[in-house]
């Protein structure tokens, strides 16, 4: 990676408005001549026409707010690599603890849930990390759901299946679970408002805004999931950092217990863990 390309990469990021523009131009740079590495090497200061073209294209789309996930069309998460692109969450560091959590709560037997999957972050994590466990994972977007499922497929694991629906609805009704997980929406469409218009441009508003403060999806979840939790099971829910003690009560009153709301790396509220009484 010559310095002469990479500077040259890294001002036009800058220019640009891009604060972390070193790093992505090194990443976007990097994935360039990664993909070509089996080609004929160059000089080791020249990019071949057409990556300079490719360089050049990405760039461009990065500046005009494109998030750099969508134009390298993946992301690491956990323990695994996801393909993104439109249409689909992109998986936030936040949501990798969830995994942690999850993992922790996991009884090492019985039956997961996913529901809200996106990518297929957290299902095809806790696959990876239980190759023995039956996993169920749910979204209500197809186009979600047509990423999630390619992700499976790339990552070889056939421990996880994919429904579309509204949350628990499309799993079978007879289906119990010793741990439902979930990275719902949350944003309420006040908040939605005054999201960096890199999120608000690109990625779908279905999988960020919930009614009722935000908290209307998380309540539903808490509410049908009763039924479907063996007993001394966990559901595990991403929330907004604002919600912990409302969303609290609320899972009191839904008859849950071991309530607990659990902080992110930053110290906000991000997490509610709840269990099924015995």
């Known amino acids: 990676m010559t310095a002469s390309i990479l500077a040259e990469a890294i001002r036009t990021l800058q220019d640009g408005g891009i604060t972390n523009a070193r790093q992505e131009a090194r990443w976007l740079l990097k994935q ?21 073209e490719l360089l050049r294209s990405r760039l461009s789309r990065r500046v005009a707010g494109e998030p750099l996930q969508y134009i390298m069309g993946n992301v690491d998460f956990h323990c ?31 039956e997961i849930c996913d529901v809200c999957t996106g990518s297929g972050a957290i299902a ?10 039956k996993i169920t994972a749910t979204d209500i977007s197809a186009r979600a759901l047509a990423w999630a499922e ?21 799993t079978p009704p007879t289906a119990r679970f010793a741990l439902i997980t979930a990275n719902p929406p949350y944003v309420a ?15 779908p508003p279905e999988a960020l ?18 039924s479907r939790l063996t007993p001394g099971a966990w559901l595990v829910c991403e929330i ?17 217990q071991n309530i607990d709301i659990k902080r992110d790396f930053a110290g906000r509220d ?9």
């Open 80 to 110: 695994v690599r996801l393909d993104v692109g439109p249409g689909v969450l992109i998986p936030r560091p936040e949501t990798e603890q969830l995994v942690e959590i999850a993992i922790s709560l996991y009884p090492g037997n019985g």
């Open 124 to 133: 095809l994590a806790l696959a990876t990390i239980f190759p023995q466990a």
């Open 270 to 278: 991000r997490f509610i863990i709840a269990q099924q009484p015995v």
């Open 240 to 256: 907004g950092d604002t919600q912990g003690a409302p969303l609290k009560e609320h899972f009191r009153r839904q008859g849950y």
């Open 209 to 226: 805004i919930a009614d009722d403060h935000g908290q209307a999806i998380i309540k539903r979840l808490a509410r049908d999931a009763r």
């Open 32 to 52: 360039i001549l990664d993909t070509d590495a089996g080609q004929p090497r160059r000089p080791a200061d020249s990019l071949s026409p057409e990556q300079e």
């Open 189 to 203: 469409p006040d908040e939605y408002a005054h999201l960096e218009r890199t999120i608000k441009d690109h990625e």
């Open 150 to 170: 390619q992700n499976a497929s790339r990552l070889q694991l056939t421990n996880v299946t994919f429904h579309q629906g509204d949350l628990l609805a499309p």
